[in-house]
C-alpha cells in the first residue's frame, strides 16, 4: 500500500466512533414512504445534511421529486459532490438510499429498531445495514481523504436518493427520467446494496425473473372410482415435469458468471386441493419460480409454457391455463472486465485480503434500473444480508472497513 493509502486507512480507523455516532443519528429518523404509512425521507436528509456541515464537499445539489401524499411535499434525492484533480476521468457515482422498510413485528426485536444498540461488534437498527452502513461508509470514506489534505482523482458523486424499497418511482428512475443528462455512458457507478458477508462478490449481472400459475381443470370424483373422474393433480404434477424438462432442454446456455449458471425452472408453491384423503381433485394450482439467463426473452419460457400445457392438456384431456404472475426481463450485464469492477475489485482486495470475484445473482437490485439505462452499474458491499428482518445490524468492521473501500477507490 503506498504511504497515502495508509494515512487514509488509519485516519478511518481513528473515525469509528464518529462512524458509530453518525449511524445512530440517522436510523433514529425513520423514512418510510407514504405507501409504509410514512412521511418520506425529508426529515433523515436534514439530519444527514446537518451533520456533514463543514465536511468540505464542494456541492450539494438537490433534484427532489414532488410527490404530494408526503407532508414535505417532495421526495428528497440530494447530491452531494466533490471535485477531482485530474480532469477528464469518468467520474465516480455512488447511489444511496435513504428510505428504510418498516420494522414489521415489534415482538421480533430486541430493541427498538430506532434506537442503534451495540452488542459487541453488532450495531443494530431498522436501516443499520439497509442501506445505512454504506452511506455512513461512502461519505466518510470521502471525508477521510479531505482531511488529510487530498483530493479524489475524479470527481465523486455521491446519491443520496429516496424511495427505492417502493418502486424507485420517485428516486432513480425519476433521476433517469427527468436528469438523464447527469449521467454518462463510461461513468462508474456503483450501487452498494447487495453483498457477501466476506465482500468477496461484486454484482454486475443478474437473471430475469418470471413467476408462473399453473391451473389444472379435471373433474372431482371418489377416490375408488377415478375412471369416473379426471385427476387435475396427477395431470399437474405430470405437466410439472414434462414442463421442467422441456424447458430445461430449450434454456440450456450455461453462463460461469453465475452462482448458479444454469437458468432455473422450479416447482414451488402448491395451494390446497381437497380436504380428504378419498377425494380426485378436480382442479389443481401450483407456482413456478424461473430465473433465466438475460439472453433469453421471458415473453420465450412464457410461450414454452403454454405450449406444453396445450401438449401435455392433450394427452391426459385435462384444461391446463398458465398465467404469469410476475415477469422481469434482466437487462444486459455491466461486462465483468469493465473498469469499474477492477477498481472496486483492487480497492475491497487491498482492504480485506480476500480474493473478489465479479458474479451474478438471481435477480432483484436497483443496479438494473441503470443497466436498463445503459449504465453499467456494479453491485458491491461486504454484509451480512439482514436486510428488513427483524433485528437488523451493521457489523462495526464492515462499516468502517467499507468506508477504507471507499477511500482506495476515490484516491485511484
Ligand atoms: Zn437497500
Redesign the pocket.
Known amino acids: 500500500m503506498k504511504p497515502e493509502e495508509k494515512r487514509l486507512i488509519r485516519r478511518l480507523s481513528s473515525m469509528e466512533e464518529e462512524m458509530v455516532r453518525f449511524l445512530r443519528d440517522i436510523i433514529a429518523v425513520p423514512a418510510l414512504s407514504p405507501e409504509s404509512g410514512g412521511e418520506g425521507e425529508e426529515k433523515k436528509v436534514e439530519k444527514i445534511l446537518q451533520l456533514i456541515d463543514g465536511w468540505g464537499f464542494d456541492s450539494v445539489e438537490r433534484y427532489d421529486a414532488p410527490d404530494e401524499r408526503v407532508p414535505s411535499g417532495r421526495r428528497p434525492n440530494v447530491l452531494l459532490r466533490v471535485r477531482g484533480r485530474v480532469g477528464n476521468l469518468p467520474p465516480w457515482w455512488v447511489f444511496v438510499?435513504t428510505d428504510v422498510v418498516p420494522p414489521g413485528d415489534l415482538s421480533l426485536w430486541e430493541s427498538d429498531p430506532w434506537k442503534l444498540r451495540r452488542e459487541g461488534e453488532k450495531l443494530y437498527g431498522r436501516g443499520t445495514e439497509?442501506?445505512g452502513q454504506e452511506l455512513v461508509a461512502s461519505l466518510f470514506g470521502l471525508r477521510a481523504l479531505l482531511e488529510e489534505g487530498m483530493r479524489p482523482a475524479r470527481d465523486v458523486n455521491i446519491f443520496l436518493v429516496a424511495d427505492?424499497?417502493t418502486g424507485s418511482e420517485k428516486g432513480l428512475k425519476y433521476l433517469l427520467k427527468e436528469h438523464k443528462g447527469l449521467f454518462g455512458a463510461d461513468d462508474l457507478y456503483i450501487v452498494p446494496?447487495?453483498g457477501e458477508p466476506d465482500g468477496s462478490l461484486v454484482e454486475v449481472a443478474e437473471k430475469s425473473i418470471l413467476w408462473v400459475r399453473v391451473t389444472t381443470h379435471g373433474k372431482q370424483v371418489h377416490a375408488s372410482t377415478p375412471g369416473k373422474g379426471l385427476n387435475a393433480h396427477l395431470a399437474g404434477m405430470k405437466y410439472s415435469v414434462e414442463v421442467r424438462e422441456e424447458l430445461k432442454r430449450r434454456f440450456a446456455a450455461e453462463d460461469p458468471l453465475y452462482d448458479e449458471p444454469l437458468s432455473t425452472f422450479e416447482p414451488t408453491k402448491k395451494e390446497a386441493n381437497v380436504d380428504n384423503v378419498n377425494t380426485i381433485p378436480g382442479m389443481d394450482v401450483l407456482y413456478f419460480d424461473c430465473r433465466v439467463l438475460p439472453q433469453y426473452r421471458v415473453g420465450e419460457v412464457l410461450a414454452v409454457f403454454r405450449e406444453v400445457a396445450d401438449a401435455v392438456g392433450r394427452k391426459t384431456g385435462a384444461r391446463i391455463e398458465v398465467e404469469p404472475v410476475q415477469m422481469q426481463q434482466a437487462a444486459p450485464p455491466t461486462p465483468p472486465d469493465s473498469p469499474v469492477v477492477g477498481l472496486i475489485r483492487e480497492a475491497a482486495e487491498a482492504v480485506y485480503g480476500v480474493r473478489v470475484r465479479p458474479g451474478g445473482i438471481g435477480g432483484g437490485t436497483?443496479a438494473a434500473i441503470l443497466r436498463d439505462a445503459g449504465l453499467p452499474a456494479a453491485v458491491w458491499s461486504r454484509i451480512d444480508e439482514t436486510?428488513h428482518m427483524p433485528n437488523e445490524y451493521s457489523l462495526l468492521p464492515n462499516l468502517v472497513g467499507d468506508a477504507k473501500v471507499y477511500s482506495l477507490l476515490f484516491l485511484r
Open positions: 438510499h439497509d442501506n427505492e424499497e446494496d447487495s436497483c436486510a
